[in-house]
């Protein structure tokens, strides 16, 4: 008996829009941390009032070590099941559109100045909730809603510096792209986990 091996994945379901997301954040960090520890000269990219360099700038700078590799863990784990399911120029479009939606919510409802991708990172959480609700099983997206709520009392109680409402808008937009373009034939959610491995491709021959 003889097992021939095939390809698990096609270059089509490589997330390299999400590749690119982490590249450019972690990009951003080793010149943030090599050229501006005291973030003066990135200090126009802070998102404070309705500054579109702020507005845009923001998504890519953190704040610490902690910040950057808790991000970059959550794109990893989630991100790339997403971008696998919308494609790598509608990720990355979809990424943008989530931080406009933080950032707006965020200057609406709480004002401060903020950096960091966060509020993007929870609209990728919310996009990863309806487009692949049963890849992670039954708690998995109950995981990620409990932690939203968590967020959500944070900013209510205002118990940590965290941007909370940021967060908050994040986690919504990204919910209301998804269901837009899955109303919209744009996206398919996907309906059944995707298994480890790929059945169709291993044949067996005797």
């Given at each position: 008996m003889r097992i021939i091996h095939g390809r698990t994945t096609s270059p089509q379901d490589v997330p390299f829009g999400n590749c690119v997301l982490m590249l450019l954040a972690s990009t951003t960090f080793m010149l943030q941390f090599l050229f501006d520890d005291k973030q003066q000269y990135l200090s126009g990219l802070i998102l404070q009032n309705w500054s579109f360099l702020g507005i845009v700038g923001h998504l890519w700078l953190h704040t610490g070590l902690i910040h950057i590799t808790s991000n970059l863990v959550v794109l990893w784990i989630f991100g790339r099941h997403v971008c696998q399911r919308m494609g790598n120029a509608n990720y990355i479009l979809a990424y943008f559109i989530v931080g406009l939606a933080s950032a707006a919510v965020h200057i609406v409802y709480d004002g401060?100045?903020?950096?960091?991708?966060?509020?993007?990172?929870?609209?990728?959480?919310?996009?990863?909730?309806?487009?692949?609700?049963?890849?992670?099983?039954?708690?998995?997206p109950w995981i990620i809603l409990v932690w939203y709520l968590l967020n959500v009392a944070g900013g209510v109680l205002q118990a940590t510096p965290a941007a909370h409402m940021a967060h908050v808008g994040g986690f919504l937009g990204g919910i209301i792209l998804a269901w837009s373009l899955v109303i919209l034939n744009v996206v398919e959610r996907e309906e059944q986990p995707v298994p480890v491995l790929n059945r169709q491709a291993l044949g067996v021959q005797h």
């Open positions: 401060r100045p903020a950096i960091g991708a966060s509020g993007a990172i929870m609209g990728i959480l919310g996009l990863y909730v309806v487009l692949c609700f049963k890849r992670f099983g039954v708690l998995g």
